[in-house]
């Protein structure tokens, strides 16, 4: 199920957006020139940048099976990107086939390619909003009618919290979504950080700006304040190659890229 009233045919190609920037970057085909001129930018200034968003995405997979396999059912997934399989509700419906998944994105290619997001088991279920994480309040009144707040649901913020600027109260925004959510909730999340090579990032964020999304990395500390008031899982917010590394793992090199799982007590 997609709600909205956006156009979906009506997309800006020339000016680049992260979401199709990332896609670039995971070696994916939904992007423009603009997008591609955008990120081998980036790639001069940091030439790990596709390692790092490759890395990003396996914390992605490990996290959302970790919160499955503790019995939650319920996700709401904002700032989904373009998809790229295995999806999120591809992973927990392994884990539990009847789970639910609500889907978000500001992105209107993403919208485009919403329905190969709502392709799950025959027993689970999707859905896709085509909405900004700085309008919570419409999200959430989306997903109540998809998820059931009583019980326990996953928040996957993950590579998001990087383009909401501290003016926009970006704590603020993460705890809109989490306050309503039943005990027993878990928030995902991971975040760029400037702490590897603080010099690069006001060039990086001058390429983004160009698209008109500033990025702002952060260091540890901000971003382990995203989990105040909740019970972080080990090992604590890491770099993402730490978090319960697996056979799968492709990227098993340090990438600048806080990651952190944490339950709502």
């Known amino acids: 199920m997609t709600d909205t009233g956006f156009d979906a045919t009506e997309i800006d190609t020339s000016k680049p957006h992260s979401a199709r920037m990332y896609d670039f970057l995971l070696d994916g085909k939904d ?69 639910g998944v609500v889907y978000t994105d500001n992105d209107p290619i993403v ?17 896709y909003l085509h909405a900004d994480v700085k309008a919570p309040e419409g999200i959430l009144s989306y997903a109540r009618r998809h998820l059931d707040f009583r019980r326990p649901i996953g928040l996957s913020l993950v590579a998001l919290m990087q383009f909401v600027t ?46 008109g999304t500033p990025v702002m990395a952060r260091s540890h500390d901000e971003v382990t304040r995203f989990f105040d008031g909740l019970e972080v ?19 098993r090199e340090e990438q600048p890229l806080y990651v952190g799982v944490a339950r709502k007590p």
């Open 111 to 127: 919208l485009r390619h919403a329905e190969a997001l709502l392709r799950g088991t025959p027993e689970g279920r999707t859905a």
């Open 166 to 211: 501290d003016e926009e109260d970006p704590y603020g925004i993460v705890g809109a979504p989490l306050e309503p959510m039943a005990p027993g909730s878990y928030l995902v999340l991971s975040h760029v950080t400037w702490e590897f090579d603080p010099e690069i990032w006001d060039r990086v964020d001058a390429i983004y700006r160009a698209g």
């Open 31 to 99: 992007h423009y020139e603009t997008d591609v001129t955008a990120a081998q930018k980036i790639m001069k200034l940091f030439p790990g940048v596709k390692e790092t968003a490759c890395a990003n995405r396996e914390f992605m997979h490990r996290a959302a099976r970790f919160v499955a396999s503790r019995g939650v059912s319920q996700f709401l997934d904002v700032g989904t990107g373009i998809p790229t399989e295995p999806n999120l509700h591809q992973i927990v419906q392994r884990v539990t086939p009847h789970a």
């Open 233 to 251: 899982c080990d090992p604590g917010v890491v770099l993402a190659t730490r978090w319960h590394p697996d056979a799968g793992m492709r990227i």
